[in-house]
């Protein structure tokens, strides 16, 4: 098993980037509990740090290959969501924007559209705005003021 920090190093590789050219990224063995807990990396507002979910799925796989750096697809995607997670760091919050940012990494890096890693992001993708519509389509409640005996003036 290969460690967290070979599994970045191979990601950074793919990318052609150095860690000092990211935010810095901080490995965690568990995402805490208010982030999803299929998340393979996620950031905080206001905090230029990409956090990097070790027990991923994706982390996991990249880890146990047999050969440094051996599971191109996990790192592809590794690669993108490391990607994803910046524009997020650099731009805000904006969902479409930052996977449109890894869509087109992991085109740049040889994952085509139908391919396994490219169809894996772009069903991420489709449910995180399917989440984030049916947010928005959601009543919103309106405190109103009262006199004071729960009567509304």
């Not at 990318?15 to 901080?26: D, G, W």
Request: proline residues 6%; charged residues 25%.
């Amino acid at each position: 098993m290969w460690s967290a920090e070979t599994v970045v190093a191979c990601a950074l590789a793919l990318l052609t980037r150095s860690a000092a050219s990211l935010p810095p990224i901080e490995l965690v063995d568990v995402p805490p509990a208010d982030v999803s807990t299929q998340a393979d990396a996620f950031v905080r507002v206001g905090e230029p740090r990409i956090y990097l979910v070790t027990s991923s799925d994706v982390f996991r796989r990249a880890q146990a290959s047999k050969y440094r750096c051996g599971d191109l697809d996990a790192h592809r995607i590794l690669a993108s969501v490391i990607v994803h997670e910046e524009w997020h760091v650099k731009h805000g919050r904006d969902e479409v924007e930052a996977y449109n940012a890894q869509l087109m990494t992991l085109q740049l890096l040889g994952a085509r559209p139908g391919s396994p890693a490219y169809t894996a992001v772009w069903r991420s993708a489709r449910a995180a705005l399917a989440r984030r519509k049916a947010t928005e389509r959601a009543p919103k409640l309106v405190a109103k003021e009262t006199d004071g005996n729960g009567v509304a003036p």
